[in-house]
């Protein structure tokens, strides 16, 4: 089974095909991706509109580009999958009009797939694919979130943000550096050279006895801690907050992954999504890893952030264990809003 997986549910647009056959380990056969964090970098963050016509415009070119590198032809093609939601309403659009267009002409079947179950099961193209069950630490733009998964659509919520997601408190929390956009990696690179014990800042929610996390706290202790530095701190001023907020985060989402495998008895832990590539978390819970004989899965680098592999995979897997209806019509919908758990086995509409 050859699938052609679409994403554009935010500013990356990303085509891929992947095969998955039986039981067997499924494999990439070439992906693409184009970000368009250069035109939203002037605007401090993502212009809904500017998105979706930039989605447009990269599409197909992707898709040539996608075909050529694996040397499939179209027709080749058995199954079609595109992001069906969350994400920005007119992004998502572009990518359910291309997919069930390319599905109308080929006579293929179209699957709409969310785009966080995506990440979900995007470790399973990495070298050290896991196995059911596990829990997830989905940490993906706006979203965190543990989840305890038993198999595709197999999905129950431990704890989610219940204000800003880890990926929003690194965006934010760089703008407050003047690091501009996208924050995240910018602030990472700059707390390479600061001290994480420099700057005492809070840890929200850490020992609340739950699995829920919030971020709007330290983004605002961030900033009072900045501006208390006055009109020109330093250099090292400056990489000395960023090691602290990135400590801070990572202090919180490690304690909370490491006390959901504690409460879920499991052993494993899938971490998805563009916040699981940062390296200190990687690091952090590689070591709790060998200190408690748990197994952690990530996907590869160039999976961790929005791109098609993963819609085309979770797509083929859902087809596989026959858990996927396409429509016959090839009418569609998207999905802005559309909460995780809620996608069971048989994937309702939300």
Request: charge should be neutral; aromatic fraction near 4%.
């Amino acid at each position: 089974m050859v699938v052609l997986g679409i994403e554009s549910s935010c500013d990356e647009t990303g085509v891929a095909l992947v095969t998955y056959q039986g039981m067997e380990t499924p494999r990439l056969l070439a992906h693409a991706l184009h970000s368009q964090a250069d035109m939203h970098r002037d605007y401090g963050g993502v212009v809904p509109e500017l998105a979706s016509r930039d989605h447009i415009r990269r599409l197909l070119p992707l898709l040539q580009q996608v075909l050529a590198q694996a040397q499939v032809a179209l027709d080749r093609v058995d199954a079609i999958a595109f992001t069906r939601g969350p994400g920005l309403a007119g992004a998502l659009l572009v990518g359910a009009a291309c997919a069930n267009a390319l599905g109308a002409a080929l006579q293929r079947p179209v699957i709409g797939v969310h785009h966080l179950e995506g990440h979900l099961m995007s470790p399973f193209l990495s070298n050290d694919p896991p196995h059911f069950p596990f829990v997830a630490l989905l940490v993906s733009g706006g979203h965190t979130q543990l989840m305890r998964v038993d198999g595709v659509g197999r999905y129950e919520l431990l704890g989610e943000s219940v204000d800003d997601a880890a990926g929003e408190a690194f965006d934010k929390s760089a703008k407050v550096l003047g690091l501009g956009y996208p924050g995240g990696p910018a602030l990472s690179a700059l707390a390479s050279g600061g001290r994480a014990d420099a700057f005492a800042l809070p840890r929200p929610l850490l020992h609340s006895g739950n699995l829920d996390f919030s971020f709007a706290g330290l983004k605002t202790a961030v900033w009072t801690q900045h501006r208390k530095l006055g009109a020109c701190p330093t250099r090292q001023q400056l990489a000395d907050l960023a090691a602290s907020t990135q400590a801070a985060i990572v202090d919180v989402l490690v304690h909370k992954s490491l006390r959901a495998l504690h409460d879920a008895g499991l052993q494993r832990l899938v971490v998805a999504g563009g916040v699981g590539a940062n390296a200190l978390l990687r690091s952090r819970l590689d070591a709790a890893a060998a200190q408690r004989r748990m197994r952690v899965h990530y996907p590869e680098p160039a999976l961790c952030t929005d791109n098609g592999a993963m819609i085309a995979l979770a797509a083929a897997m859902r087809l596989q264990r026959g858990l996927a209806t396409p429509p016959q019509d090839y009418a569609f919908d998207v999905a802005p809003r559309w909460a995780l758990e809620t996608v069971s086995a048989a994937a309702p509409a939300p």
